[in-house]
């Protein structure tokens, strides 16, 4: 296969970018009454709307036959058949099999079936969900568990949170769940502050249950509840593990019998389909956990089966690469006009910049394209207030994904009405632009004298031209939003194939991690090791007023 820039389908991209450089979208709207029709669709309740975009026909033609020079059908028949893509690591990648609704087998790598061991695990955790949830499981005085509090991080943490938070309107009313990932000591504090151990539940969420962050607030947390009244023989009951890594569990002190299992084949930012979803699970009880699983499943079974042409995940990878390669954005923005969907960019953060932030291709090769974005976003309108001075002025294209429900889960007075106008307008905004001509006559009419509009008037000319997507969908319940969350997985590993990027790896958070013990030691007294003069100086400068102040 020839080099990626260097392929027939990429070099006929770069000559259809140039002649579409003279083309603004808001001509292709005039142009063709169709478009939206045109360049939309809908999946698994989910409507995609990316006329917004600077396409044609033709653009969309080019970019599924790069789709298909570079094999994505075959790369997404490999994923779902669990070949081990992860190949760094030498590990099939099957986040879709813990979502499976049918029982065909899946065999990671042609080893054994994985279905009936999924099936058994989320059986036993349902039955502790529910007992949780009703009553029958309680902790060491026999009180219901009021606090349910997961310790995690990445992929441990902000899936859970993202989900937790998005379905809020489902949630058990007295069951609070929280979530202490940071190893700052604050956040553990804060959270403990409000805790009574005898109705607190911790659950201790790592893939590896080595990483730093989690061990440290595990055993301090686990100090608390013994400095609090807990015994030694009560820590089965107030500690649950969700591991790949028995072995490292059993070392902490968590037996079989409070521990759920998942498996190397579950990448720690696609794990909250496992067991690592069990503060979800609680917050919203195992029915509607299904449901969540369910809409997943729908979004694989879309992505896995429909053409390159009306595949959503295929075409919102693609849209992306048009933008990043071609027209140079250098980001993403996530704007949710969706209250409770205000952790989500926060979690599509790990989830493509650890999968796409790449610059090494799979075969090792430094790659000579741009790879992941940098993703970022707030919840609208907030962010209309924040940022997007700079999506519609600023002075490279930054496509926007707008997300929005329908229906509100709080109707209340005008505001649902208000908030949708806002995302309508946004979109149309970044798209249209604003033209000297159109400008200058607004000024005229608002009757500005003439020194004054000549002064005022490029500042307020909009290019337009921006592209953004709409995801919008009836409610935000549990379904939608599993298959919410996959189009985004599926969405990456598209631009991962493209990009010739093995997505499933995260090499690149083991350096920090490395000269952090290093650099821990050092902070606790032992000599210095040879550092830039930069790390040097702060090093000693922190340790200076740390010991001061004990
Ligand atoms: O940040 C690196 C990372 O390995 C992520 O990929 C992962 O989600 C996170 O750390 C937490 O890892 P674990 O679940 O093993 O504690």
């Not at 209340?412 to 649902?416: A, L, N, P, S």
């Not at 997505?503 to 650099?519: H, I, M």
């Given at each position: 296969m020839p080099s990626l820039t260097a392929s027939p389908a990429w070099q006929a991209l770069a000559r259809h970018r140039r002649d579409m450089g003279a083309v603004s979208t808001r001509s292709l709207f005039a142009a063709d009454p169709e478009r939206y029709r045109r360049f939309s669709l809908e999946a698994c309740g989910i409507r995609l709307d990316y006329s917004k975009n600077r396409i044609t026909a033709e653009t969309l033609e080019l970019l599924t036959g790069l789709a298909r020079e570079r094999d994505l059908e075959g790369l997404r028949e490999q994923l779902f058949s669990g070949s081990a893509i992860n190949t760094t690591e030498n590990r099939a990648v099957l986040h879709t099999a813990l979502r499976q609704r049918h029982d065909a087998p899946v065999t990671p790598d042609g080893g054994p079936d994985v279905i009936p061991e999924v099936r058994a695990v989320?059986?036993?955790?349902?039955?502790?969900?529910?007992?949780?949830?009703?009553?029958?499981?309680?902790?060491?005085s026999g009180r219901r568990f009021k606090d349910v509090v997961n310790i995690g991080i990445g992929g441990s943490d902000l899936g859970p949170l993202m989900v937790v938070e998005a379905l809020r309107p489902y949630q058990h009313p007295d069951l609070r769940i929280?979530?202490?990932?940071?190893?700052?000591?604050?956040?553990?504090?804060?959270?403990?502050?409000?805790?009574?151990?005898?109705?607190?539940?911790?659950?201790?969420?790592?893939?590896?249950?080595?990483?730093?962050?989690?061990?440290?607030n595990a055993r301090s947390a686990r100090d608390w509840f013994l400095?609090?009244?807990?015994?030694?023989?009560?820590?089965?009951?107030?500690?649950?593990?969700?591991?790949?890594?028995?072995?490292?569990?059993?070392?902490?002190?968590?037996?079989?019998?409070?521990?759920?299992?998942?498996?190397?084949?579950v990448g720690g930012?696609?794990?909250?389909?496992?067991?690592?979803?069990?503060?979800?699970?609680?917050?919203?009880?195992?029915?509607?956990?299904?449901?969540?699983?369910?809409?997943?499943?729908?979004?694989?079974?879309?992505?896995?089966?429909?053409?390159?042409?009306?595949?959503?995940?295929?075409?919102?990878?693609?849209?992306?690469?048009?933008?990043?390669?071609?027209?140079?954005?250098?980001?993403?923005?996530?704007?949710?006009?969706?209250?409770?969907?205000h952790r989500?960019?926060?979690?599509?953060?790990?989830?493509?910049?650890?999968?796409?932030?790449?610059?090494?291709?799979?075969?090792?090769?430094?790659?000579?394209?741009?790879?992941?974005?940098?993703?970022?976003?707030?919840?609208?309108?907030?962010a209309q207030h924040s940022f997007f001075q700079l999506l519609h002025q600023g002075t490279r294209p930054i496509p926007v994904d707008f997300l929005a429900a329908a229906e509100s889960h709080n109707p209340?007075?005008?505001?649902?009405r208000l908030l949708l106008a806002n995302m309508l307008a946004q979109s149309e905004a970044l798209m249209r632009g604003r033209t000297a001509g159109e400008a200058r006559a607004e000024l005229e009419a608002a009757g500005t004298p003439a020194a004054r509009l000549d002064a005022l008037l490029p500042h307020k000319v909009f290019e337009g031209n921006r592209p953004s997507n709409a995801l919008l969908y009836k409610k935000l319940d549990p379904y939608t939003l599993g298959a919410l969350i996959a189009l985004y997985e599926h969405k990456i590993f598209v631009q991962g194939v493209?990009?010739?990027?093995?997505?499933?790896?995260?090499?690149?958070?083991?350096?920090?991690?490395?000269?952090?013990?290093?650099?821990?030691?050092?902070?606790?007294?032992?000599?210095?090791?040879?550092?830039?003069?930069?790390?040097?100086?702060q090093l000693l400068w922190l340790r200076e007023r740390m010991a001061t102040e004990s």
């Open positions: 989320m059986q036993r955790l349902g039955a502790f969900v529910d007992g949780v949830r009703f009553g029958s499981v309680t902790g060491l929280r979530f202490v990932s940071n190893v700052d000591g604050t956040h553990l504090y804060d959270t403990l502050d409000w805790l009574d151990p005898e109705t607190t539940l911790f659950i201790i969420t790592s893939k590896t249950f080595t990483t730093e962050e989690t061990m440290t400095g609090e009244g807990g015994t030694e023989a009560d820590i089965g009951k107030h500690f649950i593990a969700v591991s790949a890594n028995t072995a490292e569990v059993a070392k902490f002190g968590i037996g079989p019998e409070s521990t759920f299992n998942f498996w190397e084949w930012r696609f794990s909250l389909w496992s067991a690592v979803g069990l503060p979800m699970a609680m917050a919203i009880g195992m029915e509607r956990f299904d449901r969540l699983l369910a809409g997943a499943h729908a979004m694989d079974e879309h992505f896995h089966t429909a053409p390159l042409e009306a595949n959503m995940p295929a075409l919102l990878g693609l849209l992306g690469v048009w933008a990043i390669n071609f027209w140079d954005a250098p980001a993403h923005a996530v704007v949710p006009y969706d209250q409770y969907l989500l960019p926060a979690y599509l953060q790990q989830l493509d910049m650890e999968s796409n932030g790449k610059s090494v291709d799979r075969d090792g090769n430094r790659v000579d394209y741009a790879t992941a974005p940098v993703i970022f976003g707030e919840p609208g309108t907030n209340f007075g005008d505001h649902h493209i990009w010739n990027l093995n997505s499933f790896d995260q090499w690149g958070v083991e350096l920090g991690k490395a000269l952090a013990r290093t650099t821990g030691a050092e902070l606790a007294g032992a000599p210095a090791a040879d550092h830039d003069s930069s790390t040097a100086g």
